[in-house]
């Protein structure tokens, strides 16, 4: 099958499945968050809840960070201030522990 195909579409197909695995796999990692951004208080009540796997507490505090400083947009969500700051992403935390929990 691979000998009548020129040598550049298998490049292009290897090429593509790397590509395509890379971001798969960065897709899944756990998101990184600089808490220097959040109060330390809330700090602990999330690493608390996400040690304990408490499911209400991890979905309580991702609506009232969805309903504070998010709107939905056509996009999906988009944040109220514009900010693109690396590390300001409680959202996508709490949302791959809710994930990751199996939390309905």
Known sequence: MF???SWLFKYY???F???FGTAYYLNTLEPSVN???YTNN???EIISAVNKKDCNELKKYYYEELETNFEIGLLGNVRK???LI???NLLSYLEF???KNNCN
């Open 42 to 44: 809330l700090k602990k």
């Open 3 to 5: 000998k009548k195909i």
């Open 81 to 83: 201030d514009k900010k």
């Open 86 to 88: 690396r590390g300001l």
């Open 97 to 99: 522990h809710i994930k």
């Open 17 to 19: 499945l790397f590509i």
């Open 13 to 15: 197909f290897f090429a």
């Open 35 to 37: 808490w220097s951004f």
